[in-house]
Every structure is written in structure tokens, then in C-alpha cells.
């Protein structure tokens, strides 16, 4: 397991094995996301830029796209976004891989110096897998990602915005998991056969943070996913306490009174 946490608010950080290299599975498609907002800010592409749904473009594990109808659907890259997002549309990732290119997208991470973070290969590549052409990152380096975006230095305010509300609209996963319904999590689970991860930023109010917690060689992928929502749930309560304490650690709830 590696594991980074970092308090959006005083910068401080918790790591486990933070530069370990890990497969990122779906994952990695907030990199992907990354760099269409930035295309779409730098004015090289639009989300309402149109696309046809091909059946050349179809893949496994593509719950929306491989229902749409070949050459007669037509959608935005925003819905495609949408679909890679909310329900990790395989095919939906690919067609966006095509637009903004792998080339770009590396090419944005190596600008932000995370040069251990790749996209090497499209969703269901199974060739390109076996040769070692893996999507990869470290907990540091997507901990990384995820703040520069939160801190502006990737896109503008309303980029950022929208980035962070697109990210927000998959409660199925081990991040948010047991956390409160209420909560804003903004994350991108991925698994392959012996791995699971979980990266984004959670919104306790007065208090966000990034976390990114990553596993690898499971025997049991059901406990690498209770790993991380245990890890989760323990980093939530410590932000949740610290967004109500005071700098002496008195804890201050709605309806307590003062004595």
C-alpha cells in the first residue's frame, strides 16, 4: 500500500511508501481529464466539440457507449468526460485519449514535474499491458496533480470548478465509500486483476484535502478496497475534527455550549 494525504490548508503531509510506482488502472483518467480542461482553456479544443459514436472506437467494460447507436449518435467531449468519469466508459476514454493525445497529456505531467506519472497505453490494451506499457503513477505524484489543480496552477477558477464538480459525481467508490452521504469527494477509483486505487480531494469544509491511496499484489482485492476506505474514514475524522478545533484543540459542535 502507499498512501498520500496532504492538508490543502497548512500543506502538511502523511506518506506511506509515497514514491512507490503503482498501476493506476482507471485512475488515471483524472490525467486525461487534466489535460482537456487545460486544451479547452489554451482554446485547441471545445466540450461541445462534437463526436459520432464509431463501433471501430468500441471496447470492453463500456456500459454507456456500447449501447449508443454506430454512426448515428453523436455526442460532445463533455458527455464523453461525463461518461468516463461517472460510470469509467472504457471506449468513452479512448475517444478522449484520441483528442487530446497521450503525447499531451505526458507532456503536461512532465511541466508539472511528475515524471513518474505516465499514460502509456488506451483502456482494455491488453497487448500493450503485457509488454510493460502500463498506466502508472505514485501516491506523491497524483497527490501532487491534484493539488496543483486545486491551488490553480493547471487551469482558471471556472475550469477548476467544473474539474472538481465533474470528479464529484461517483459515489461508488472506496474513497467516499464510508464517508458522509453529504460530503464532497472529488475522485477516480481504478482496479485491475491484484490492484485498487482511490485518488481525490475531499471537501470538509474549512479543511479540504488530498488523498490518494494505492494498492498493489492483492490476494484479495475485497480487503485492498476495505484498505483504503479504512484509511479514508480515519483521514476524514482527524480533517473533520481539525475543521471544527480550535488551535488548541478544543473541539467546537453546533448546539455545545461554552464553559
Same mark, same amino acid.
Given at each position: 500500500?502507499?498512501?498520500?494525504i496532504e492538508?490543502?490548508?497548512?500543506?502538511?503531509?502523511?506518506?506511506?511508501?509515497?514514491?512507490?510506482?503503482?498501476?493506476q488502472?482507471?485512475?488515471?483518467?483524472?490525467?486525461?481529464?487534466?489535460?482537456?480542461?487545460?486544451?479547452?482553456?489554451?482554446?485547441?479544443?471545445?466540450?461541445?466539440?462534437?463526436?459520432?459514436?464509431?463501433?471501430?472506437?468500441?471496447?470492453?467494460?463500456s456500459?454507456?457507449?456500447?449501447?449508443?447507436?454506430?454512426?448515428?449518435?453523436?455526442?460532445?467531449?463533455?458527455?464523453?468526460?461525463?461518461?468516463?468519469?461517472?460510470?469509467?466508459?472504457?471506449?468513452?476514454?479512448?475517444?478522449?485519449?484520441?483528442?487530446?493525445?497521450?503525447?499531451?497529456?505526458?507532456?503536461?505531467?512532465?511541466?508539472?514535474?511528475?515524471?513518474h506519472?505516465? &499514460?502509456?497505453?488506451?483502456?482494455?490494451?491488453?497487448?500493450?499491458?503485457?509488454?510493460?506499457?502500463?498506466?502508472?503513477?505514485?501516491?506523491?505524484?497524483?497527490?501532487? &496533480?491534484?493539488?496543483?489543480?486545486?491551488?490553480?496552477?493547471?487551469?482558471?477558477k !471556472?475550469?477548476?470548478?467544473?474539474?472538481?464538480?465533474?470528479?464529484?459525481?461517483?459515489k461508488?467508490?472506496?474513497?467516499?465509500?464510508?464517508?458522509?452521504?453529504?460530503?464532497?469527494?472529488?475522485?477516480?477509483?481504478?482496479?485491475?486483476e491484484?490492484?485498487?486505487?482511490?485518488?481525490?480531494?475531499v471537501?470538509?469544509?474549512?479543511?479540504?484535502?488530498?488523498?490518494?491511496?494505492?494498492?498493489?499484489?492483492?490476494?484479495? !482485492?475485497?480487503?485492498?478496497? !476495505?484498505?483504503?476506505?479504512?484509511?479514508?474514514?480515519?483521514?476524514?475524522?482527524?480533517?473533520?475534527?481539525?475543521?471544527?478545533?480550535?488551535?488548541?484543540?478544543?473541539?467546537?459542535?453546533?448546539?455545545?455550549?461554552?464553559?
Amino acid at each position: 500500500m502507499g498512501v498520500a494525504i496532504e492538508d490543502l490548508t497548512t500543506g502538511d503531509h502523511y506518506f506511506l511508501h509515497e514514491d512507490e510506482v503503482f498501476a493506476q488502472a482507471s485512475s488515471i483518467k483524472i490525467t486525461v481529464l487534466a489535460n482537456l480542461y487545460l486544451q479547452v482553456q489554451q482554446g485547441e479544443l471545445k466540450v461541445t466539440d462534437p463526436y459520432t459514436v464509431q463501433s471501430s472506437d468500441l471496447v470492453a467494460d463500456s456500459d454507456i457507449m456500447g449501447g449508443l447507436t454506430p454512426n448515428v449518435t453523436r455526442l460532445t467531449l463533455r458527455d464523453l468526460a461525463t461518461m468516463m468519469v461517472v460510470v469509467s466508459d472504457n471506449s468513452a476514454s479512448n475517444v478522449l485519449i484520441n483528442r487530446v493525445g497521450m503525447q499531451n497529456v505526458n507532456a503536461m505531467l512532465d511541466s508539472l514535474g511528475l515524471t513518474h506519472t505516465r &499514460l502509456r497505453r488506451k483502456m482494455m490494451d491488453l497487448q500493450a499491458a503485457k509488454e510493460g506499457r502500463e498506466n502508472i503513477s505514485t501516491p506523491r505524484e497524483m497527490m501532487k &496533480l491534484l493539488d496543483a489543480i486545486h491551488h490553480g496552477k493547471l487551469l482558471n477558477k !471556472e475550469l477548476t470548478a467544473d474539474f472538481f464538480k465533474m470528479l464529484s459525481t461517483n459515489k461508488d467508490s472506496w474513497l467516499p465509500r464510508d464517508l458522509p452521504a453529504e460530503l464532497k469527494v472529488a475522485n477516480k477509483p481504478g482496479s485491475l486483476e491484484a490492484v485498487r486505487n482511490d485518488s481525490g480531494v475531499v471537501f470538509v469544509e474549512g479543511r479540504p484535502y488530498v488523498i490518494c491511496v494505492m494498492t498493489s499484489f492483492l490476494r484479495n !482485492e475485497r480487503e485492498g478496497e !476495505e484498505a483504503i476506505s479504512k484509511v479514508s474514514l480515519d483521514a476524514w475524522r482527524m480533517f473533520d475534527r481539525l475543521s471544527r478545533a480550535t488551535e488548541f484543540g478544543r473541539v467546537v459542535s453546533a448546539g455545545n455550549g461554552t464553559r
